[in-house]
């Protein structure tokens, strides 16, 4: 059966890895795009000075490399369990070790994307509602004109210097949601709650064809899932029937 997939952040750390996650999954879809031909370039560029502006934050680098460091520690732990396959482990390690060095050191490889001419002249602009337009950005608009080869080219080494960050995440991201399995669960009301210490991040699938959603409240204390309907009138209204859904508590 398809599914639907909806994920919640239950602190402030997680949800900025969610944010960035997203910005990271919409330039490199970009990628494999001619942008002069999709007009997809300004997805591109908010997307890339989003995750600049982000990575700009101490403390989400500082969060990256704290849990990088417990994942190290992790790794070492579960490596002398029984019936563990070691080289797969040891792989993990590797470059959860080399990460940690990386994104340690005082002057990341992404630091370039600030000293880029092209990209700073373009940030500005982008900041303005409207501001990319091709008579405001001539150099955009001669970037774009280039060849699909030049552009790609381009694309691809700002992305490389963002590789490190990304790698990371997707590291960090794929352990915290390798914490828990999906849980069918059904409620009368359309309508759930628990217990949220110790949890970070809430996975839950409905099926494709639902016609209702989640919406989700909640802390490290504890947590609510509210089901919803599209509404014409109210644009949405409390879903009161019995619902079935499977949770995730990671």
Request: charged share 25%; net charge neutral.
């Given at each position: 059966m398809s599914t639907v997939l909806y994920e919640h952040p239950l602190n402030e750390r997680i949800r900025n890895y969610l944010k960035l996650e ?229």
């Amino acid at each position: 059966m398809s599914t639907v997939l909806y994920e919640h952040p239950l602190n402030e750390r997680i949800r900025n890895y969610l944010k960035l996650e997203q910005f990271f999954a919409q330039a490199y879809t970009c990628l494999d795009n001619d942008l002069k031909i999709t007009t997809s370039h300004p997805v591109f560029f908010n997307a890339l000075f989003a995750i600049i502006d982000t990575l700009e934050r101490n403390d989400v680098r500082s969060d990256l490399v704290k849990d990088l460091e417990k994942l190290e520690q992790n790794l070492v732990i579960w490596s002398k369990g029984p019936d563990v396959d070691s080289s797969i482990l040891e792989k993990q390690l590797t470059e959860t070790v080399h990460l940690i060095r990386h994104l340690r050191v005082p002057r990341p490889t992404w630091w370039q994307l600030k000293e880029d001419k092209l990209l700073a002249g373009l940030k500005q602009r982008f900041a303005i509602q409207g501001g990319s337009s091709s008579f405001d950005l001539p150099q955009l608009h001669f970037w774009l004109h280039q060849s699909e080869q030049q552009t790609k080219q381009d694309i691809a080494q700002w992305l490389n210097l963002l590789s490190d960050f990304s790698s990371a995440l997707g590291l960090i991201l794929k352990f915290i949601r390798l914490r828990d399995d999906f849980e069918t669960i059904e409620v009368d009301s359309g309508f759930y709650q628990d217990n949220g210490e110790g949890l970070l991040l809430l996975r839950i699938k409905l099926a494709d064809d639902a016609k209702y959603y989640p919406t989700i409240s909640g802390n490290k204390f504890r947590y609510s899932i509210r089901f919803m309907l599209p509404c014409q009138n109210t644009g949405r209204r409390y879903a009161n029937q019995a619902t079935v859904f499977q949770l995730a508590r990671c």
